[in-house]
T-cell receptor, first 112, second 112 residues
Framework: GQNIDQPTEMTATEGAIVQINCTYQ??????LFWYQQHAGEAPTFLSY????GLEEKGRFSSFLSRSKGYSYLLLKELQMKDSASYLC?????????????FGTGTRLTVIP | DAGVTQSPTHLIKTRGQHVTLRCSPI?????VSWYQQVLGQGPQFIFQ???????GRGNFPDRFSARQFPNYSSELNVNALLLGDSALYLC???????????FGQGTRLTVV
């Protein structure tokens, strides 16, 4: 089966850096995704990691360690618009279609 | 380019009724997946269709069914609605089975 743990809520200050952690257990690893979801809106794709290491994309970076079952999303130069839920997800080979198994999400609040 | 479109955006149904939700994928995308997102939780996989065939099914009762049409649009049907079916229903499309998913805005279903 699959399991994902991530903090429920985090608060950070505008302009700062925040790291959102995700630990996972999966029967067959085939990639880890991060999505951003603003309240009442659709999740939007942020990053995909399948190999160990850091993937950088502008202000957002994502790290993966497959041996530790661990990933983090790093947000730099925080802006008020970054207030959202951040969803960690792994491919779920158990469904027969490699669809996504999501964690419950981390609700990030950026304060002035 | 139009993204994934879903209709209706909001819906209120009575317990025991039936509902049909619709999804049009991004042009050229052949894979459509359906997810249920209960408030405060991450999306949970329901179905995936690829090239009009069911390719994956999550842990949902038989009251839930879906289909994909020749133009790759899809419908999700839920029979005998329960209060617990109240959720945001998300549709996601992909160009093939192994790329990131692009989500629609969702249909907010309320069962009273």
């Amino acid at each position: 089966g699959q399991n994902i743990d991530q903090p429920t809520e985090m608060t950070a200050t505008e302009g700062a850096i925040v790291q959102i952690n995700c630990t996972y257990q999966t029967s067959g690893f085939n990639g880890l995704f991060w999505y951003q979801q603003h309240a009442g809106e659709a999740p939007t794709f942020l990053s995909y990691n399948v190999l160990d290491g850091l993937e950088e994309k502008g202000r957002f970076s994502s790290f993966l360690s497959r041996s530790k079952g661990y990933s983090y999303l790093l947000l730099k130069e925080l802006q008020m618009k970054d207030s959202a839920s951040y969803l960690c997800a792994v491919r779920d080979p158990g469904t027969g279609a490699n669809n996504l198994f999501f964690g419950t999400g981390t609700r990030l609040t950026v304060i002035p | 380019d139009a993204g994934v479109t879903q209709s209706p955006t909001h819906l209120i149904k009575t317990r025991g009724q039936h509902v049909t939700l619709r999804c049009s994928p991004i042009s050229g995308h052949k894979s459509v997946s359906w997810y249920q997102q209960v408030l405060g939780q991450g999306p949970q996989f329901i179905f995936q269709y690829y090239e009009k065939e069911e390719r994956g099914r999550g842990n949902f009762p038989d009251r839930f069914s879906a289909r994909q049409f020749p133009n790759y649009s899809s419908e999700l049907n839920v029979n005998a609605l329960l209060l617990g079916d109240s959720a945001l229903y998300l549709c996601a499309s992909r160009p093939d089975k192994n790329t990131e998913a692009f989500f629609g805005q969702g249909t907010r279903l309320t069962v009273v």
